[in-house]
């Protein structure tokens, strides 16, 4: 079965400073999807960053990059130079390679940027 | 345009009341979802709609029923919901399932009370 870990209840990081959140997974499927959203308290779910299993290279997206090291089975989000406005919640998500369309959410991690 | 509009933000109904909530996504996407997000949890999923057919009905009590009008539009028809049914309900779509490399747009969500 699927899984993904995120093992980083909350986190702070000072304002202009970079921060890395957490994920690890767990998939027999060759092929899948990994994916970061933020949720900030007015619930929407915004994507961030994806990266694809037979990517080589690291997503980056802006001041996202995602830290992808599939021996490791990891997929950690970098952000740069945090503003105020990235307080919110953070989730790593994982799609099947398969045809079921489901996307596997880990627990989240809150994130806080202090001024 | 890559919005997903949900409608109505929030909904307070009681145990006896039928009541719906409505997506809408103008992106052309064909695959269209229900999740339900309890507070401080991730996401999980309801129902997938592809090409306007469910595809995915993850063992969902029959007081929620699905909809699917037309590929714009996704329903979830309420009736006779428990206290515990009170949640974030948020809607996604995605060009395609599986969304393994494609990213899934969420709407902003209906916060339900179930009273």
């Known amino acids: 079965a699927q899984k993904i870990t995120q093992t980083q209840p909350g986190m702070f990081v000072q304002e202009k400073e970079a921060v890395t959140l957490d994920c690890t997974y767990d998939?027999?499927?060759?092929?899948?999807?990994l994916f970061w959203y933020k949720q900030p308290s007015s619930g929407e779910m915004i994507f961030l960053i994806y990266q694809g299993s037979y990517d080589e290279q690291n997503a980056t997206e802006g001041r996202y990059s995602l830290n992808f090291q599939k021996a490791r089975k990891s997929a950690n989000l970098v952000i740069s130079a945090s503003q105020l406005g990235d307080s919110a919640m953070y989730f790593c998500a994982m799609s099947d390679g398969g045809s079921q369309g489901n996307l596997i959410f880990g627990k989240g991690t809150k994130l806080s940027v202090k001024p | 345009d890559t919005e997903v509009t949900q409608t109505p933000k929030h909904l307070v109904m009681g145990m006896t009341n039928k009541k719906s909530l409505k997506c809408e996504q103008h992106?052309?996407?064909?695959?269209m979802y229900w999740y339900k997000q309890k507070a401080k949890k991730p996401p999980e999923l309801m129902f997938v709609y592809s090409y306007e057919k469910l595809s995915i009905n993850e063992s969902v009590p029959s007081r929620f029923s699905p909809e699917c009008p037309n590929s714009s539009l996704l329903n979830l028809h309420l009736h006779a919901l428990q206290p515990e049914d009170s949640a974030l309900y948020l809607c996604?779509?995605?060009?395609?399932?599986?969304?393994?490399?494609?990213?899934?747009?969420f709407g902003q969500g209906t916060r339900l009370t179930v009273v």
């Open positions: 992106m052309g996407h064909r695959a």
């Open positions: 996604a779509s995605s060009q395609d399932i599986p969304p393994g490399a494609l990213e899934a747009f």
């Open positions: 998939t027999s499927d060759q092929s899948y999807g």
